[in-house]
């Protein structure tokens, strides 16, 4: 890679990270919750980033710069998803929700079986959401790339 495809990638790694972010604040704002509640819009940003990536490989992968799926997977979709995100909301589940908070002399038995539901859940509906990302990308592939066929159904005269 060259030196301009390097700064290129970086830059482009830069400004999705920013409009990935902000994206993911979004979301956040829109779908609050306590410390202790279940993380909704860190599921739902997780699964819509997994779907879009899953999609975004099946269909314009190959076709698109490095530096450009560069800025889409590592910058706008790794800032828009977080597995930290959810690891932090599980452990608050799990301990009753101080640690998000920063008391951590005050840790109450939380419910460990819902932090671990709520990890299983977000993976398999993460991997389920890429699958079904992929399947689109191909089908969008297929369909925008194949050639019609035309057939004339008139006789020579």
Not at 12 to 39: C, E, F, M, N, Y
Not at 51 to 68: I, S, Y
Request: aromatic fraction near 8%.
């Amino acid at each position: 890679m060259s030196r301009a495809g390097t700064a290129a990638t970086w830059v482009a790694v830069a400004v999705g990270g920013i409009l990935g972010t902000g994206l993911r604040l979004g979301i956040d704002v829109l779908l609050p919750h306590s410390p202790d509640q279940l993380p909704w819009s860190t599921m739902i940003a997780n699964t819509i980033g997994a779907f879009v990536l899953g999609l975004l490989t099946a269909a314009v992968w190959g076709r698109v710069p490095e530096w450009l799926r560069a800025g889409l997977g590592a910058g706008l979709l790794g800032s828009f998803t977080t597995f930290s995100a959810l690891a932090v909301s599980a452990i608050a589940i799990s301990t009753g929700g101080p640690l998000a908070t920063g008391m951590l002399d005050s840790v109450q038995p939380g419910d460990p079986a819902l932090a671990a539901w709520m990890i299983a859940g977000s993976m398999f509906i993460g991997l389920f959401a890429a699958l079904m990302g992929i399947f689109v990308g191909r089908l969008v592939v297929r369909r925008r790339w194949r050639r019609p066929v035309i057939i004339d159904d008139r006789e020579d005269a």
